[in-house]
């Protein structure tokens, strides 16, 4: 091997590792499991349950951190229709923001989601999470947001 060629290589090699260094370090950006979302936001004490405080019909959301078969899954029920959507997701840092990204193939919508819902969900259904305070997140996605509580009814 000539010594041009070799350095081509060693290049190659080394642009290779420090790609595949950079995706480790996005992947470690994101939590799959309970533990992992609380050590990502540096939170061990993060409530899992969160209620919908701006909804206007009287009926809030309610977002459920689960754990099921060892990841992370989160469930929305709408107060008094049932199940919303749920199924296994990821979680991300984005800034000073969190996102939800079901994993597509497992996501299930229930009678209590309305049109815009499903259409929203036909094009992937990223949710952004915003805290507002130790006890407060907006919680937003395609054409529809909504501000949650840690704490049933306020």
């Not at 919908?52 to 107060?79: A, C, N, W, Y």
């Amino acid at each position: 091997m000539s010594r041009a060629s070799h350095r081509k290589w060693l290049g190659g090699l080394l642009f290779l590792l420090l790609a595949m260094a950079g995706e480790c370090h996005a992947a470690s950006r994101c939590a799959a499991t309970i533990r992992d979302l609380r050590s990502l936001l540096a939170d061990q004490s993060l409530p899992l349950k969160w209620h919908e405080t701006t909804m206007d019909d009287g009926k809030p959301l309610v977002l459920s951190i689960l754990e099921r078969g060892g990841s992370l899954f989160m469930q929305f029920d709408k107060t008094g229709e049932g199940l919303w959507a749920e199924g296994p997701s990821v979680v991300c840092l984005r800034g000073p923001d969190l996102e939800i990204h079901f994993v597509e193939e497992k996501l299930r919508l229930g009678p209590a989601a309305n049109w815009i819902t499903r259409y929203t969900f036909s094009n992937g259904g990223a949710f952004t999470l915003t805290k507002l305070g130790a006890e407060r997140m907006r919680i937003a996605t395609t054409g529809w947001s909504g501000t949650f509580s840690s704490r049933e009814g306020e």
